[in-house]
């Protein structure tokens, strides 16, 4: 009998190690997740949903300052390499690449995307499975930032603290940020000409 008390009071602690978790602690340990898996570069899926044109997916890679992105609507492919500083945009229809000058803030890489991005909500869990919290994310009535949608829904892995999908709605496109995945080398993640040998090439910078 004292032995089934113990195992009892065994799995009632953990239980409450499991379930007392708030929502500002689920969201510092993603942070510290994602600040230790940018190191390693990692990579992701973004779905537009686009009323009458429909579901169109991007893939995004980062590691350090360097990005890149590879997306395809309605057969048209545009591959965007980008180290900070300068970005390379590839247009496969035209076979043209554009180089710019990146503006100061406008770029960030995955981890730091899913790490600003609860700054001016109020989260709450909606719900939790044994692999997963459910958090929603309402707009703070101290957020003045008209841009910011009005709600997001995230979902953090209980195993890996890592999230596995972001959805929210703007002006009417449903995104979904999905799959992250570590493990990007910096190599593939540099501009190289030779791969894009008869492409013509306009440098805007200046």
């Not at 195992?7 to 997740?33: G, H, N, W, Y």
């Not at 300068?86 to 770029?107: A, L």
Request: aromatic fraction near 8%; charge should be negative; glycine fraction near 4%.
């Amino acid at each position: 009998m004292k032995k089934l008390y113990f195992c009892l009071m065994a799995v009632l602690a953990f239980a409450t190690l499991t379930f007392a978790q708030t929502p500002e602690e689920i969201l510092a340990r993603m942070d510290k997740a994602m600040a230790a898996a940018e190191k390693k570069g990692m990579s992701m899926a973004m779905d537009l949903k686009i009323p009458i044109i429909g579901t169109t997916t991007a893939m995004m890679y980062a590691i350090g300052d360097r990005t890149k992105t590879e997306t395809t609507m309605l057969g048209h492919k545009i591959i965007t390499y980008s180290d900070g500083t300068s970005e390379w945009e590839y247009d496969t229809v035209d076979n043209k690449i554009t180089i710019t000058s990146v503006k100061p803030g406008g770029d960030s890489s995955e981890a730091e995307l899913f790490s600003s991005i609860t700054d001016g909500y109020d989260v709450t869990i909606k719900k939790e499975t044994a692999d997963a919290w459910y958090l929603q994310c309402k707009k703070s009535k101290t957020n003045t930032e008209k841009e910011d949608p009005d709600k997001m829904d995230l979902v953090v892995s209980k195993t890996t603290d890592m999230p596995i999908s972001l959805t929210t709605k703007v002006s009417g496109i449903k995104i979904t940020l999905r799959d992250v995945k570590l493990g990007v080398t910096e190599k593939e993640m540099y501009f190289n000409p030779d791969d894009y040998p008869d492409a013509k090439i306009i440098d805007e910078r200046k």
